[in-house]
């Protein structure tokens, strides 16, 4: 969790999966009561998946998933992204 708006934690996430490999898909979830967004991406040949959702209004909860080619989990990488994304913020001012 992040004491964070949702667009500034997405916008963080984005910019570690482009600065670490190649973006795949970023997507907004609208059935949901709250604002969710999946964003995916390619790094090193694994597939890492974000799941983005904001608690309250300055409150954020991220999910990071990394598989490898055969599906398997690399806890290592979804470590380093969840760890990249926090840096990422901790870098930007507070809106």
């Not at 795949?24 to 694994?46: K, M």
Request: charged share 20%; proline share 3%; aromatic share 2%.
């Amino acid at each position: 969790m992040y004491e964070r708006p949702f667009l500034q934690v997405c916008e963080a996430t984005l910019a570690v999966i482009k600065l670490n490999g190649s973006l795949i898909s970023d997507n907004q979830l609208t059935s949901q009561t709250n604002l969710a967004r999946v964003i995916e991406g390619r790094i090193e040949q694994n597939k890492v998946i974000v799941r983005v959702d904001q608690v309250e209004p300055k409150l954020t909860q991220v999910i990071v998933q990394a598989r490898t080619l055969t599906g398997g989990a690399n806890l290592d990488l979804a470590h380093e992204i969840e760890k990249q994304i926090a840096l990422q913020l901790a870098t930007m001012p507070v809106r």
